[in-house]
């Protein structure tokens, strides 16, 4: 599947079956964020790999919709706001870094027939304590990570008209 391909096929997946993910296609998604390009090259996020099975409970602190943890796998995106980049008005990049690589990943994972949702409404409070992270880094954002159980629902999209203006607003 092409880029294209994956952009317009791309969609949120609210229910998975209980397959596993191949470790190959897992390394090709990581690889896929690993490559996204980041302010200055300095990567400032990681990302948590998490299995569900026997931790449903748990992640269910962080977003407790039941399909979130349907999927084999549970990826959350952090941001290491020291290891970021700063534009000249002492804005931080590392939160749009983090959502850049996420996006990378999304559309690789549609590439490889996977299925993804990304996740901002949960509890940042117990997603620190669930994934343990120490204070100078911030949970972003997280998708589920499997194989999708129906086909895709049709969305709507607001017209290019409506998004694009030409050389000012």
Known sequence: MDVFDAIATRHSVRGYKP???EDEKLG???EAA???PTAANKQPFRIVVIHTEGRE???ARVYGRRWFTQAPLVLA???VPRE???RMDDKLYDEVDATIA???LVLAATALGLGTCWVAAFDPVAAREVLALPDDVAPIAFTPLGYAD???ANTSRRPLDDLVRYERW
Do not use: N, T
């Open 19 to 21: 397959d596993p993910v």
């Open 28 to 30: 090709r998604i990581l």
């Open 34 to 36: 690993r490559l996204a």
């Open 57 to 59: 409970e748990e992640l």
């Open 77 to 79: 995106f952090v941001a």
């Open 84 to 86: 970021a980049w700063r």
């Open 102 to 104: 996420m996006d990378h």
């Open 150 to 152: 129906k086909p895709s």
